[in-house]
């Protein structure tokens, strides 16, 4: 039985640090440094919107030249290196190069992950110093590393899963932060997975690849998607345990699916303006990826998100926003329940409120008494195919546009 | 020179109500009747959404069966008649009938309309009392039967246009409401527009669709798209004036997009919560579908809207939604211009944000100048491909979570 531990009491041949480097105000931790003490294999998730920000760019050059060398991942707040043209992407080569020559290794062995204001160039001494710093403190701090890669979020996003394996035991940590691009003018979604345990480097990218399709990628705070969004892994074999054959390797995924479905659920919980954690479950379409995009658009709609704030159980706008999803489905083979909680237990989906295609027998008040808990579970039907999929949100709030809404200060 | 009048002096030939039937409380119009004395030849545009409400699917029906010989529009209020199953279908072809016997048609040559609460059945005692009343009152009260399709609208959203062309003089005029699902509960965009033209049938339809293309397809309030959202073309020819050449044709078209495109943006002015008039216009694309995907993915973004909201001038959050719009285009050969008011003039863009994918040389307090006025237009070039389109919008405000975020009342 694997367990989810929210702190990390160390992953072996990984040291981190969180430091400030006088990029935010009131001392701040704002840098963060992960060094593995030996080559790691790794892959990496990348952000497919088109304007990608600098070190995305730099990063992907970097796993394809060096992907299974990989060293160390440096991070900086405040500023994205989105939008900045040469100079940007020289600046992001720059802080591989500074981090690499800190800890020994070539400046290719290096992610860099930038997060913060769009457009403007890094402040490279206090980049450099920050690194250098960053570098002297290394030790067991996933803490600070988790504080220092904070936006706008309001609490650090770390945990670890100890996995007892046939052959001995490994660990696996992660950090993340900020959901989409939820913040103003902070741009960004990343996430840092390191593990102990060997991992053969032609799976590493689908087992990560696979991972963020069930936890990063079903998750919607406003549906806008960021420049900078970027999840790397990174597997160093410090516990001298090697994962190889297919049992070991779905171990491993399942503890790695279990830290990652957490970090995403932590993005959500904090995303900004949050009264209410939404489940959005999707069944009965074709394929998952049909019921996926069903349930993103639910889950993005304004509509529906500013009904939950509302404690209005409006299942009306949550079928209409189906509807529009570019999903064919039958409106009468079409049904909605609701349910207080985060997980659907022995079946029981709770109130049937639409009931194939039309208005269930319900009372207004049992509805409004569920839709009025901090959690709720949706569950759609629209036909009896195979599809699935779960995501994850939160409500629209007054906070929200307080938030997004003022001047960048 | 075509000119937009916002009353309506007359349309031949067609007769207009609104009454009160006592669905909306104090007394207000709550139910429209337009009706013409001959057959009209007739297009229409329906929902893209699934889940059609009854109506759309029953006009879906009249139209194939009797578009060249419509007479008339019935529209309800306060009830969408929409996920109503077999009965909301009943209900529907009933309002048909009962307008067709009171002025003597075919239950197939009346379209019916209806916007508010989805999942509701109808109340037909008092729908069936409202067709009677209505019927009574006709007259030239285009201004009563734009008041009577509100909902959450602030005011009525009607114009004309008196058309002198080289046949004679010919009269178009048309009313429409609330822009897409802004509205608690409510769930319709709905117009409809009278000439006393005589029309091809051929071509009508062509005609409808190009100006829907430019108006009513190009505002955003919330991205939401509704189950009810319709727009009917009636032309009954009583005018005497018949368009057959090209030249007419191009003319009225030039007519109807002047009539559409005002009745469009008043929608978008009257959006829920708005406090500024947005214009999103996109060039350089390969294609004009390509720059409307890349307007209406920023003119629905919450992080674009909340900026303009908030009077920042925050570029980085336009180019990164064009950069999820899904349209490839190069970030280097993409430029963001500001500017105050509703249209370019004389080709002067503005003020330059963003310059070829790196910020450009510009003071915040300027930007901020211009974002905080009431009314902006934003130019965002991609490339240099012919591609072109313009959409409308609004901020999202305190206020759009203030009355979608209130429970139904």
């Known amino acids: ?137 290394l030790g067991n701090r996933w803490d600070n590393a988790a504080a220092a890669i904070m936006t706008t979020d309001t609490w650090a ?71 900078n969004d970027m999840v790397v892994l990174l597997a160093n074999g410090a516990s001298g345990i090697q994962l190889e054959t297919a049992a070991d390797l779905a171990q491993f995924q399942e503890a790695l699916n279990l830290l990652t479905i957490y970090l995403a659920q932590q993005i959500v919980r904090d995303g900004e303006g949050a009264t209410k954690f939404i489940t959005i479950e999707v069944n009965g379409t074709q394929n998952h990826a049909d019921a996926a995009q069903i349930a993103h658009t639910i889950a993005a709609s304004p509509l529906v998100k500013t009904a939950f704030y509302g404690n209005d159980a409006n299942w009306g706008r949550i079928v209409a926003a189906a509807g529009r999803a570019g999903v064919q489905f039958a409106p009468d ?35 409004t008494a569920i839709i009025s808990n901090a959690s709720i579970y949706v569950t759609l039907q629209v036909g009896s195919g195979q599809g699935h999929a779960v995501v994850w949100t939160c409500d629209l709030s007054h906070d929200y546009v307080n938030i997004n809404g003022s001047y960048r200060s």
Chains 1, 2 share one sequence.
């Open 333 to 367: 083979q079409t049904s909605l329940w609701i349910v207080p909680g985060e997980s659907i237990v022995d079946g029981e989906r709770g109130l049937l409120l639409f009931d194939r295609g039309i208005k269930a027998d319900y009372e207004e008040s049992a509805a």
């Open 157 to 227: 996003k770390v945990a670890s899963v100890r996995v007892q394996s046939a052959r001995g035991e490994y660990s696996i940590a992660g950090i993340s932060k900020g959901a989409g691009m939820i913040a103003p003018n902070m741009a960004t979604m990343l996430g840092v997975i390191a593990t102990d345990a060997a991992l053969p480097s032609l799976q590493i990218q689908s087992l990560l690849g696979a991972a963020c399709d069930t936890s990063f990628n079903r998750i919607v705070v406003d549906g806008d998607t960021s420049t």
């Open 1 to 137: 039985m694997l367990k989810l531990d929210t702190a990390v009491p160390g992953v072996k041949g990984f040291a981190v640090a969180g430091i400030h480097a006088g990029l935010k105000k009131d001392s701040k931790l704002d840098m963060a440094l992960i060094v593995s003490e030996r080559e790691c294999t790794s892959g990496a998730v990348f952000t497919r919107n088109l304007m990608k920000a600098a070190p995305v760019l730099v990063n992907m050059d970097h796993l394809q030249q060096r992907g299974q060398q990989m060293r160390a991942v440096i991070v900086n707040t405040t500023n994205a290196n989105a939008a900045t043209g040469q100079v940007g992407l020289e600046n992001a080569r720059t802080m591989a190069q500074l981090t690499a020559s800190q800890i020994g290794c070539a400046a290719e062995q290096v992610y860099v992950m930038s997060t913060g204001v769009i457009g403007a160039q890094l402040p490279m001494e206090k980049i450099g110093a920050g690194i250098t710093l960053a570098a002297s403190q």
